[in-house]
């Protein structure tokens, strides 16, 4: 388990560069315990795409998500109490190795839509009101990602382009010269590792070569409040199991 002593680094790592790999952010029996929890779970439940979403009904997920071990690790780089707003299984496998283009990611989920200032691009996600909130809300959200199996170059490794989070919401031209110009970095982890992403970092995955399990738990947090009455998942409300 990581010291929390050592948790500011990553901190000054995600604001310069948008990311940060956290070694053995979950142990290796942990990592397992997870896979054999989730992975039947996961597949029986719906047809495995690029992400099953709502990962937090399930409890030893959302447990996880506030755990210690993970609250420190995020305190630092959010503020005190980051709420989990969504958790998604990516599982990069036969019959399911996507690739995916680079892109900022732009949407958060809510308990219900109202009209609200800045709030736009409404949709509803497997019955999940989700917006396009505004660019100060992005920048109070940060994913973790937390892998259950290794991912070297043959897996499909999440590449991100470093420091783009600080560019504001970008339009596809922006993006395309951003793609053409900046030296991208695949993110290559063991099993255990996680890691530390802002929404507004571009990133992009190919298919895997090799393609074993990439099981990852992506997990959104937001901090702070949001306008106009505007309320975030309860995250308790949803546990099923
Ligand atoms: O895990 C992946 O392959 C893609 C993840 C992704 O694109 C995202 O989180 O928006």
């Known amino acids: 388990m990581i010291p929390v002593s050592a948790?500011?680094?990553?901190?000054?790592?995600?604001?310069?560069a948008g990311f940060a790999v956290?070694?053995?952010a979950l142990s290796a029996v942990q990592a397992g315990e997870l896979r054999d929890l989730l992975t039947p779970a996961v597949s029986s439940e719906a047809p495995v795409?690029?992400?099953?979403?709502?990962?937090?009904?399930?409890?030893?997920?959302?447990?996880?998500?506030?755990?210690d071990a993970i609250l420190?690790?995020?305190?630092?780089?959010?503020?005190?109490?980051?709420?989990?707003?969504?958790?998604?299984?990516?599982?990069?496998?036969?019959g399911a190795n996507w690739k995916v283009p680079f892109h900022q990611d732009l949407t958060m989920p809510l308990q219900e839509r109202?009209?609200?200032?800045?709030?736009?691009?409404?949709?509803v996600k497997e019955g999940v009101p989700h917006v396009r909130p505004p660019i100060s809300v992005l920048e109070r959200m940060l994913a973790v990602r937390l892998h259950l199996d290794d991912c070297g170059p043959d897996n499909g490794p999440l590449r991100v382009l470093p420091g783009t989070h600080t560019l504001g919401r970008l339009k596809p031209p922006q993006v395309a010269q951003l793609v053409a110009q900046t030296p991208e970095e695949s993110?290559?982890?063991?099993?255990?590792?996680?890691i530390l992403m802002r929404p507004l970092l571009l990133h992009a995955s190919s298919p895997a070569a090799s393609p074993n399990h990439r099981r990852?738990?992506?997990?959104?947090?937001?901090?702070?409040?949001?306008?106009?009455?505007?309320?975030p998942p309860d995250w308790r409300a949803q546990i099923e199991r």
């Open 72 to 94: 420190n690790l995020i305190e630092p780089i959010l503020g005190p109490e980051p709420r989990p707003l969504r958790a998604i299984w990516f599982d990069k496998q036969h």
């Open 7 to 16: 948790t500011p680094s990553y901190a000054a790592q995600v604001a310069s």
């Open 216 to 231: 990852v738990i992506h997990i959104e947090y937001l901090s702070g409040p949001l306008p106009g009455g505007l309320r």
């Open 114 to 123: 109202r009209e609200v200032e800045g709030f736009t691009a409404w949709s």
């Open 22 to 24: 956290v070694p053995e």
């Open 187 to 194: 993110l290559l982890v063991a099993v255990g590792d996680a």
């Open 49 to 67: 795409s690029a992400g099953t979403r709502n990962l937090l009904q399930i409890r030893q997920v959302a447990e996880l998500a506030v755990s």
